[in-house]
């Protein structure tokens, strides 16, 4: 009997992660995130640890439900569903899992703002009070070719560390986070610093203005702040939304 409980808390586990990630899909499609078909969002199978959930590689964001996602193993190893998967997930993906057990889900993107700061030399910068979440909290991996060889994997393991987000340098974006709804806020705010930074430089390079950077002490001060924030207030509001207006990502 307690088996069969157990066996039925796992299924349903396993069936909300599932919904979880089908509708981050369809909000990265929402918010524009997209590349086509390419980059990728996953989530970490549960009870099975070093498997992962991720979209069938032709598959448009807008299109993924929850019946219709891959499970994988963190090498990319297809145990059910569609066997094509995009070959950079087991890179990036499953060498963080395999490194950061308290990691759960993880997005990444190649937007333009993305991939533009990515190409900066001064990364994200703290000069507005969401960017301070990410004030000495973001890694920096230099770019070293299409994400297919495994020696790259120990690299960005490394570049990560213990943060949730990390820029891919000449690439784009990385975020991570115990819950889907976490990893998926957590982009959010990348993606909007991102798009804010790029606009106030392009506003002091026009010479009709100069970037003013807060003090030092007040922005650690914010970062800190920003710590205690487990950012999992936005994702139900969202997810209501979606079951709104796209219920069928349950599906």
Not at 6 to 27: P, Q
Not at 49 to 56: D, S
Not at 156 to 172: A, K, M, Y
Not at 193 to 219: E, F, H
Request: overall charge negative; proline content about 5%.
């Amino acid at each position: 009997m307690v088996a069969r409980i157990h066996s039925v808390e796992a299924k349903a586990a396993e069936r909300l992660m599932r919904e979880e990630l089908a509708a981050c899909h369809r909000l990265i499609a929402r918010f524009g995130w997209t590349e086509l078909i390419y980059n990728h969002a996953t989530a970490r199978v549960p009870g099975r640890a070093a498997h992962m959930f991720v979209k069938p590689d032709a598959l448009l964001y807008e299109q993924v439900n929850a019946s219709r996602l891959v499970e994988c193993t963190l090498d990319g190893t297809v145990v059910s569903g569609d066997p094509e998967i995009n070959r950079t997930v087991p890179i990036i993906h499953g060498s963080i899992y395999a490194a950061r057990p308290d990691l759960h889900c993880i997005l990444h993107t190649h937007t333009p703002a993305g991939m533009a700061i990515s190409a900066l030399d001064c990364g994200i910068m703290p000069l507005n009070q969401t960017a301070m979440q990410f004030y000495e909290r973001v890694g920096y991996h230099d770019y070293e070719g299409v994400a297919n060889d495994t020696a790259e994997c120990e690299h960005i393991v490394r570049d990560l560390g213990p943060h949730g987000s990390l820029i891919l340098r000449n690439h784009g974006l990385l975020t991570a986070g115990a819950t889907v709804g976490q990893a998926f806020v957590r982009m959010f705010y990348l993606e909007r610093c991102c798009q804010a930074q790029l606009l106030a430089m392009a506003a002091a390079a026009s010479g009709t203005a100069r970037l003013r950077p807060p003090a030092p002490d007040v922005v650690a001060e914010t970062a800190r702040a920003w710590d205690e924030d487990t950012m999992t207030r936005e994702w139900p509001a969202y997810r209501a939304l979606l079951e709104r207006e796209q219920p069928d990502f349950r599906d």
